[in-house]
């Protein structure tokens, strides 16, 4: 099956005699109907208008309390208490306490790297971490005090 698609013009009078010929209607009203562009109203807003206005309205972050993680709870508390001792290290050892106080073990590699950008801890290779020379001496300073 083709479908074909055909525009044309015609004048009304034509097209209501044929109509009238085809067709038995009796009483039949024609109203003209004009299509009128859309009156101008308010001018629709740039894009950079739009961007630069939802910029504006950004939310600010939380700041937090202190500086850096917190070193004497959860996690961190639990990979500070194996490091305290100043020896080097493996991760794998760090994962035992890890478990038995409910958390991942799978989450000390990154949260050691978390303390090594925070200059808490350092790699030492050969995958052995020790707390930096730094930490050792806040944690000298801490037990004296």
């Known amino acids: 099956m083709i479908k074909y698609k ?4 015609v004048p009304a009078e034509v097209l209501f005699g044929m109509i009238a010929k085809f067709l038995p209607i009796e009483d039949l009203a024609v109203e003209e109907i004009v299509d009128h562009p859309p ?3 308010k001018p629709l807003p740039k894009i950079a208008q739009m961007v630069s206005h939802a910029s504006k309205h950004k939310l600010k972050r939380a700041k937090r309390a202190g500086k850096g993680p917190n070193l004497k709870e959860g996690i961190n508390g639990i ?7 100043g020896a080097p290290h493996r991760a794998f050892e760090m994962e035992k306490p890890l478990k038995a106080a409910g958390f991942s073990p799978n989450s000390v590699g990154s949260r050691l790297q978390n ?4 200059g808490v801890v350092q790699m030492l290779g050969d995958g052995k971490w020790r707390l930096t020379q730094v930490e050792v001496k806040k944690q000298v300073s801490e037990m004296v005090a």
């Open 6 to 9: 055909i525009g044309f013009t």
């Open 79 to 85: 990979l500070m208490s194996v490091l305290e001792d």
């Open 115 to 118: 303390l090594r950008n925070h």
């Open 39 to 41: 009156a101008p109203g």
